[in-house]
């Protein structure tokens, strides 16, 4: 389906051809945006035997490529040495009215031609989607259950004084006796510590106000940073400048999925 209009009832039509896994792979690329090849084998694939998923992978994803569901940017992590589990997915055309289509949403957005963007933004998408995989991956060892994980710009939140608080992604963990939601914060190191600080303000700023949190929760807010150091340069602002009525927390991004999981338990 490479060429001709992508109706409604084109939609329909390919659904129906589709498997459980082919419409996981859509809405996974629609919920994070951008996965690699490899992100991809361990959000979908993990249930193939090792020597196997690599093969099965590239099988499915080739399929779906001809299909213009899903397509591959210009730009590959790792290089060419990383082969095909380097490559970085994102919807097609048809994939992005595929999406529409499962999820129930009837608008009429036109579906655009997919686009390489600039490095660093396209670093940072591919960090918050590492969150949501290794969030997955978690949940599995562990019994819990995302119940939401949005990334930007729909986890955005109204902060009642007509402006937005933007987090990079809003998560809720659930099991059979707790929930627990979470703003995301994926800090790659390039922000000023000053930028961290007004993010930290219009946080608390929120906090006590009282207004409205998303899923009437208010979420405990976690930075997500590149290594330690940066790591205790943000615990730092947020002994500084965030008092009591926000929850905040740093850590690694590598401890990210364990820390925002583990908050079921403390």
Same mark, same amino acid.
């Given at each position: 389906?490479? @060429?001709?209009?992508v %109706?409604?009832?084109?939609?329909?039509?390919?659904? &129906? *051809?589709?498997?459980?896994? !082919?419409?996981e792979?859509?809405?996974?690329?629609?919920?994070a945006?951008?996965?690699?090849g490899?992100?991809l084998?361990?959000?979908?694939?993990?249930?193939?035997?090792?020597?196997?998923?690599?093969?099965?992978?590239?099988?499915?994803?080739?399929?779906?490529?001809?299909? =213009?569901?899903?397509?591959?940017? &210009?730009? *590959?992590?790792? /290089?060419?040495?990383?082969?095909?589990? @380097?490559?970085?997915?994102?919807?097609g055309?048809? /994939?992005?009215?595929?999406? !529409?289509?499962?999820?129930?949403?009837?608008?009429?957005?036109?579906?655009?031609?997919?686009?390489?963007?600039?490095?660093?933004?396209?670093?940072?998408?591919?960090?918050?989607?590492?969150?949501?995989?290794?969030?997955?991956?978690?949940?599995?060892? %562990?019994?819990?259950?995302? *119940?939401?994980?949005?990334? #930007?710009?729909?986890?955005?939140?109204? !902060?009642?004084?007509?402006?937005?608080?933007?987090? =990079?992604?809003?998560?809720?963990? #659930? =099991?059979?006796?707790?929930?627990? $939601?979470?703003?995301?914060?994926? !800090?790659?190191? %390039?922000? $000023?510590?000053?930028?961290? *600080?007004?993010?930290?303000?219009?946080?608390?700023?929120?906090?006590?106000? @009282?207004?409205?949190?998303? =899923? /009437?929760?208010?979420?405990?807010?976690?930075?997500?940073?590149?290594?330690?150091?940066?790591?205790?340069?943000? $615990?730092?602002?947020?002994?500084?400048?965030?008092?009591?009525?926000?929850?905040?927390?740093?850590?690694?991004? $590598?401890?990210l999925?364990?820390y925002?999981?583990?908050?079921?338990?403390?």
């Amino acid at each position: 389906m490479t @060429g001709g209009r992508v %109706t409604w009832a084109r939609m329909s039509a390919l659904a &129906d *051809r589709l498997s459980d896994r !082919d419409k996981e792979i859509v809405n996974a690329l629609h919920q994070a945006r951008v996965l690699t090849g490899q992100q991809l084998e361990r959000l979908i694939f993990s249930n193939h035997p090792i020597a196997n998923r690599a093969h099965i992978r590239r099988r499915v994803l080739n399929r779906l490529s001809h299909l =213009d569901l899903i397509s591959t940017l &210009d730009r *590959r992590i790792g /290089g060419v040495r990383a082969g095909s589990s @380097g490559l970085i997915y994102v919807l097609g055309k048809s /994939g992005q009215r595929m999406a !529409d289509f499962l999820n129930g949403n009837t608008r009429t957005s036109r579906a655009r031609s997919p686009h390489s963007p600039g490095p660093a933004f396209l670093s940072h998408a591919l960090a918050v989607s590492e969150a949501l995989v290794s969030l997955t991956e978690a949940s599995r060892r %562990t019994g819990a259950l995302i *119940r939401t994980f949005q990334v #930007e710009p729909y986890c955005w939140w109204p !902060d009642g004084l007509g402006n937005w608080l933007r987090p =990079d992604a809003f998560v809720v963990i #659930e =099991d059979d006796r707790y929930e627990v $939601s979470t703003w995301i914060e994926i !800090d790659q190191g %390039t922000e $000023s510590l000053t930028r961290i *600080r007004n993010k930290l303000v219009t946080f608390e700023r929120f906090g006590q106000s @009282g207004q409205r949190p998303p =899923d /009437g929760l208010l979420p405990t807010v976690v930075f997500g940073s590149p290594d330690l150091k940066r790591t205790e340069e943000i $615990s730092r602002e947020i002994v500084r400048y965030a008092s009591t009525a926000m929850q905040f927390e740093s850590v690694p991004q $590598s401890q990210l999925a364990t820390y925002v999981i583990g908050q079921l338990h403390s």
